[in-house]
C-alpha cells in the first residue's frame, strides 16, 4: 500500500498546502477527497488516473475538485467509482448541472457509502464523524495493511474504533493544544486530540493534516509522519 500526499490544508489555509487530499495505491488507485486545484497537483506529483473517488462530505475543500474529474474523465474516455453519502453523491450531481457538465455524469459510477464496499482485493469501511454536516471517515485495507482518513471531525470514538490496530491514522488537526473548545464546537480536532485518538486506537503512525494558518504543534506520544507535497509512505 502507498500512501502519497496531494494536499494538506484546509479550506483557509496557505495556499501552497493544497486541500486536504490523499492517493492510495493498492490493487486500484484511490482519491481520497477532492477540493479545488486537486487533479492539477495529481499530475504535478505524477499519479495516475483514479479508478475511484472517495468524497468525504460537501464541504468545498472536499468535493470542489470533482467537477474537473468529471470532464477529464469524458475527454479522455475514462471512467471513475464516485463513493460517498447520498448527501455527497447528490451535491456532485448538483455540481455538474451547475458547472454545465451535465454529459459528464455518464462517465462517473455513483456508488453510495454504505457498511463496507470491496473494489478489487480493496476493502472500504465507513463510519461517521462528528461534523456540521454530514460526514465520513474510511478504512482502506489491503494485503494486511489499513489506514484511516478521519475526515473532519471533532473527537470521536467512532473513529478511534474505525482505525483500531491500523498502520496509519491519517487524522484532521485544526487547532493547537489549548484550542479544544473552539475546535470542538466547530466539529474540528486539535493536535492534542489527534494524538489520543491515535493512542487509544493503537496505530502504528499519525499523519496530521488540514491545517489552517497556524503551524501544527503536535504533542508527544505517538510516531508522527509530516505531510509534504507529493510526499509518499509506502506501509
Known amino acids: 500500500m502507498e500512501v502519497y500526499v496531494v494536499g494538506y490544508g484546509g479550506w483557509i489555509s496557505q495556499p501552497q498546502l493544497g486541500y486536504t487530499s490523499i492517493f492510495v495505491k493498492t490493487d486500484i488507485n484511490l482519491l481520497i477527497d477532492s477540493g479545488e486545484c486537486t487533479y492539477i497537483r495529481m499530475a504535478q506529483c505524477g499519479l495516475p488516473w ?24 469524458r475527454k479522455q474516455g475514462r471512467r471513475f467509482s464516485l463513493i460517498g453519502s447520498k448527501e455527497v453523491l447528490e451535491a456532485a450531481r448538483s455540481l455538474a448541472t451547475i458547472t454545465g457538465i451535465e454529459n459528464a455524469l455518464q462517465y462517473v459510477e455513483f456508488m453510495e457509502a454504505q457498511q463496507e464496499i470491496v473494489i478489487g482485493a ?13 460526514t465520513l471517515a474510511v478504512r482502506v485495507e489491503h494485503g494486511g495493511r ?20 491500523c498502520d496509519l491514522l491519517i487524522h484532521e488537526v ?45 504533542p508527544p506520544g505517538v510516531t508522527v509522519v509530516l505531510p509534504t507535497p507529493c510526499g509518499k509512505l509506502v506501509l
Open 50 to 73: 483514479p479508478h475511484a473517488v472517495f468524497v468525504s462530505h460537501r464541504h468545498g475543500d472536499h468535493i470542489l475538485g470533482i467537477p474537473t474529474l468529471m470532464l477529464m474523465a
Open 122 to 134: 480493496t476493502k472500504l469501511r465507513f463510519t461517521k464523524t462528528r461534523h456540521p454536516v454530514e
Open 146 to 165: 489499513c489506514l484511516v482518513y478521519s475526515s473532519d471531525t471533532a473527537p470521536s470514538d467512532d473513529v478511534m474504533e474505525l482505525a483500531r490496530g
Open 174 to 218: 485544526s487547532g493547537n493544544p489549548g484550542q479544544e473548545e473552539e475546535a470542538h464546537r466547530l466539529g474540528h480536532s486539535t493536535t492534542r486530540d489527534a494524538v489520543e485518538i491515535a493512542k487509544g486506537a493503537g496505530v502504528k503512525m499519525l499523519m496530521p493534516l488540514h491545517f489552517y494558518v497556524e503551524q501544527p504543534v503536535m
